[in-house]
Structure formats: C-alpha cells, structure tokens
C-alpha cells in the first residue's frame, strides 16, 4: 500500500502579478505572460505554395527564473476551416543574469532545439544553439526565432528555418493578440 501523496504544492502562473511572484530574472520577460493566439503565413522553398494558420501559445512560469512555453498550430483552408494539426512545441526558457536566454524547446516530430539570444526593446532574438534529432527527424539544422511585442497585448512572431539541405531563410510569421480571461 502506498501513503497518500500530497498534491503538487506549487502553481504555474500566467501573470506577472499574484502569486508566485515573478522571480526577479524575469524581468525582461514578463510582457510574455499569458497565452496568446492569432493568424500566420508560411513557406519554404521545399513546399508546394503558401499556407495559412492559427496559432496558441503560452509563457507560464512558477517563481523561479525559467519561463514554461508551449505552441500549438493548425492549418487553415478558406474561411478559417481548421485543414489539420500543425506543428506543437513545448520547452523552457531559462533567463540568465546577463539577460541572455537559453530556450530548450522539443517538437513531436522528432527535433530538440537549444536556442540562445538577447532579450532588448520588447524583442526577444533567438538562435540555433545546437539541435538533437531522432533517427526519422526531418534535418532541422537552425532556426532563427525572433519574438516582438509591438504593444501590450500584440506579439509579432518570425522564424527562419535552416533545414532540408536549404539555407536559413523564412519559414513562418505571425501576429498573435492577447487572450484575455
Ligand atoms: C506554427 C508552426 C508551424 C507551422 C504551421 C508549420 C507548417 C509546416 C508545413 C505546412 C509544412 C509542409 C509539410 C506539411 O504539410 O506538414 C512544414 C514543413 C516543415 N517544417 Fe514547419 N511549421 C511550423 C513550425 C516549424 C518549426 C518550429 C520547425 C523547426 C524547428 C519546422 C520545420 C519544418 C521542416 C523541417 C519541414 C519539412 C520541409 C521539407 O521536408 O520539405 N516547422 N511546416
């Protein structure tokens, strides 16, 4: 027989006020609290045309100085028709006191990513620090991750994708709003 376990005492946060209080190294980071949602546009050289899609996305954190991400994607026919499941990702973004970001972000598809970058100005600028693949992975060799707040309640969003024997160079932009209650 086991003894009763206690639930887990501790509670991830979408806000940057309340409880638990945002860990000082956050700072930086604290205008991405919250879950997000909205439109983008994508492509690569690889890839038959254009296509369009919906995105979530949330930056949780539980006190100490990492951010909890995660982003869901579907793709979207005429009219918003939801086509299928696009890419999901979830990871964590560690915030050192020099300010830079390390990012560890995984995706079903078989790809780990280590990112690092600055944050500055309401923008946050990541880069492929190394990547890990599964065996059947597509080969992602480096992406480019560039995360803007234009205000408050507006994340604009650009990815560049080296991968596939093509060089870095666009793959996805977005806006996102902020979702609120
Ligand atoms: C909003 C997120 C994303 C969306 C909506 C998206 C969408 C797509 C679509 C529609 C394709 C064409 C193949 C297919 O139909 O499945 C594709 C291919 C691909 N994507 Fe993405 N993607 C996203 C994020 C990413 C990320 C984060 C990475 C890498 C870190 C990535 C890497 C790739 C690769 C390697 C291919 C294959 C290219 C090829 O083999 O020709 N994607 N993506």
Redesign the pocket.
């Known amino acids: 027989m086991f003894d009763p376990v206690p639930e887990y005492p501790y509670r991830d946060s979408e806000r940057a006020d309340g409880a638990p209080a945002a860990h000082e190294l956050l700072t930086p980071v604290l205008g991405l609290l919250g879950s997000w949602h909205g439109r ?1 546009r ?1 492509g ?1 050289p ?2 038959d045309g254009e ?1 369009a ?1 919906a ?1 979530e996305v949330t930056f949780q954190h539980d006190g100490r100085p990492f951010l909890r991400y995660d ?1 869901r ?3 979207l026919g005429e009219d918003d028709t939801p086509l299928r499941p ?2 999901r ?1 979830s990871g964590w973004w560690r915030l050192r006191p020099d300010g830079i970001v390390e990012a560890l ?1 995984t ?1 079903p ?1 078989g ?1 780990a ?1 280590i990112a690092v970058g600055r944050v500055g100005d309401g923008t946050i600028d990541l880069a492929t620090d190394s ?1 890990a693949l599964t065996p059947t992975a ?3 060799e480096g ?1 480019r ?1 560039c995360y803007t707040l234009t205000d408050a309640d507006t994340l604009a969003f650009e ?1 560049d ?1 080296a ?2 024997g093509q060089p870095l160079q666009h ?2 932009s ?1 806006r996102l709003r902020r979702r609120t209650a």
């Open positions: 983008g994508g690569y690889t890839i296509f899609y995105q982003a994607a579907w793709l696009a890419a990702e972000i995706q598809t790809i990513e990547v597509k080969k992602v992406t991750r990815h994708l991968a596939v793959h996805l977005a």
